[in-house]
């Protein structure tokens, strides 16, 4: 049977089987429950995660105490805090997880090591990145245009498993809503 972090990288380049046992050294497994941080605002970040099973959410609570998810996660995804992973800074958010998860992790200079040694990884990282800054792009668009029935009804039609992983309250919080906002639209 294909290891899934095979399968997963296989839809943007090939390996070899040496090639992906090689790649597969520089990941670590780590098993975290519900409710198990993975990455807690203030720290820096050293490690990106790809999630074998499982749902994360990567979140900041503002000054008033209200939470705000800016991504989910779920199998197949990554997620770090990408911007104190690649810059070594702080984290500005926190990430935990929704269900008891089976994670892969690769440490920054594991990451850094792997993609100067085989620059077929660096090519695959490189198009991961564009597709999420694709997806940025469309949630910051569907914030700033859609209303949030229409910001509701996409995340319902792009990922419907979601809504039977994930607490109301925190599709509210992902969507930018209230509570009470998020049960007018889902009557």
């Not at 995660?49 to 609570?61: A, H, N, R, T």
């Not at 104190?84 to 500005?92: H, M």
């Not at 990430?95 to 089976?102: A, N, Q, T």
């Amino acid at each position: 049977m294909t290891h899934p972090l095979r399968k997963h990288i296989e839809e943007v380049i090939s390996l070899t089987d040496e090639e992906f046992n090689f790649v597969l050294s520089h990941f670590k497994p780590v098993n975290k429950r519900k409710h198990q941080y993975i990455v807690q605002e203030g720290e820096i970040v050293d490690k990106e995660y790809w999630i074998l099973k499982g749902c994360l959410k990567s979140y900041f609570i503002d000054s008033t105490g209200k939470e705000h998810i800016l991504q989910f996660g779920m199998e197949n995804w990554w997620i770090t805090d990408y911007e104190s992973f690649v810059k070594q800074t702080k984290s500005k958010t926190s990430i935990d997880c929704i269900e008891d998860s089976e994670l892969l992790y690769i440490s920054f200079e594991d990451r850094d090591k792997l993609t100067s040694q085989m620059h077929k990884m660096e090519r695959f990282w490189a198009k991961k990145s564009k597709i999420g800054r694709i997806a940025l792009q469309n949630r910051i668009l569907s914030l700033l245009q859609n209303s949030a029935k229409e910001r509701y009804e996409l995340l319902l039609k792009q990922y419907p498993k979601l809504f039977q992983r994930v607490p109301k309250k925190m599709i509210a919080a992902y969507l930018g809503v209230s509570r009470e906002t998020l049960s007018r639209l889902n009557p």
